[in-house]
């Protein structure tokens, strides 16, 4: 397979008042064509920071201080202005969190699709409707027509969601970025939005950077999973292994904090503690104040790095849980 997306050593903080804020630490990650990789974890975690890094949105206190982000033969750190306005939209979408803020206001929603259509080909304005009025239809809004002369305060929080992914979809970008594309929705909505960007990957062989806390999106619809927590990458492994066989104790800590409907008896365990101060990171393991395994090695040595314990399964601990037979 082709990779499309390579991720190398980012690091990335935010200056504040009261400090440096280390959001990503030396972030490495490849997703590969036709391919849906899930980054999970806490918020605060740094996800979303990953998302803005890659679509070159970060905000003016931003400082990437290492990495390189390459999309195909392309680094993202280093790309023109124009070179990533051409690519936005076009060949790399992201999907916002919260689509009611990040919809504008005071535009209808048929002129925002209508933009983005514009802005990438040399289509009329009356095609660049038709193709958004479909665009509309195709993530499941009834009456596109009335949609497109509306503005978002009179549309529903899922309605907004529904648009945002048309907008986000309407070019068939080959790589789509998509930042908790189901937080706040009702279950239903969610199965309609996940089956939305399965048949996305199906129908273009698109590849998607899925950003959740959510481990039911994450077993639903990932072919790899990356765990991250206080700004650094602690797991990565495809998704059977990685529900079967988790071996840091975050990610350990955090499959069973799931409810499960095949293990009714089985207790929820709740992950005590409060996640790092992104400020203040220690030089050891960022979990060790919350992990049950904790030894003197993880006290006495610096931040452990990830080693391949089986194949493509990597975890960066000092002291993994052995999986149960």
């Known amino acids: ?48 920071t990953l998302a803005l890094s890659v679509m070159g949105l970060l905000p003016q206190n931003a400082e990437v201080s290492d990495g390189r982000i390459m999309y195909r033969d392309i680094d993202l750190l280093r790309a023109s202005a124009e070179q990533m306005r051409d690519l936005r939209g076009r060949e790399i979408s992201l999907v916002f969190q919260d689509a009611q803020s990040a919809l504008n206001p005071i535009e209808s929603i ?59 979809l309407v070019l068939r970008p080959k790589l789509l970025i998509a930042d908790e594309p189901t937080s706040g929705l009702d279950v239903t909505l969610q199965a309609e939005i996940l089956q939305r ?29 990356g765990v991250i927590y206080g700004g650094s990458v602690v797991e990565t492994a495809d998704v059977i292994p990685l529900f079967r066989r988790a071996q840091h104790p975050y990610t350990w800590s955090l499959l069973k904090a799931l409810p499960r409907l095949d293990e009714p008896g089985r207790r929820i365990e709740p992950l005590p503690g409060s996640p790092p101060d992104m400020i203040n990171l220690p030089e050891e393991c960022s979990f060790l104040p919350r992990c049950f395994k904790v030894q003197a090695q993880c006290r006495a040595q610096p931040k452990p790095e990830a080693r391949e314990i089986e194949e493509g399964h990597f975890v960066a601990c000092y002291n993994p849980v052995v999986p149960e037979d």
């Open 1 to 48: 397979m082709t990779e499309i997306l390579k991720i190398e050593d980012l690091t990335v903080s935010f200056g504040t008042n009261v400090g440096r804020v280390k959001a990503l630490n030396n972030v490495s990650l490849t997703l590969e064509e036709g391919e849906v990789y899930c980054m999970v974890g806490e918020s605060g975690a740094g996800k979303s």
């Open 110 to 168: 048929g002129s925002q699709l209508e933009e983005v259509i514009l802005e990438h080909s040399d289509i009329s304005l009356r095609n660049a409707n038709r193709m958004a009025q479909e665009m509309l239809r195709e993530v499941g809004l009834a009456d596109p027509q009335r949609i497109m002369s509306q503005y978002p305060f009179a549309l529903s929080g899922g309605m907004c969601q529904r648009v945002m992914m048309a907008i986000a």
């Open 197 to 225: 960007l399965k048949d996305l990957v199906k129908e273009q062989n698109a590849s998607i950077l899925l950003i959740t806390h959510d481990m039911g999106v994450v077993a639903s619809m990932a072919n790899k999973v």
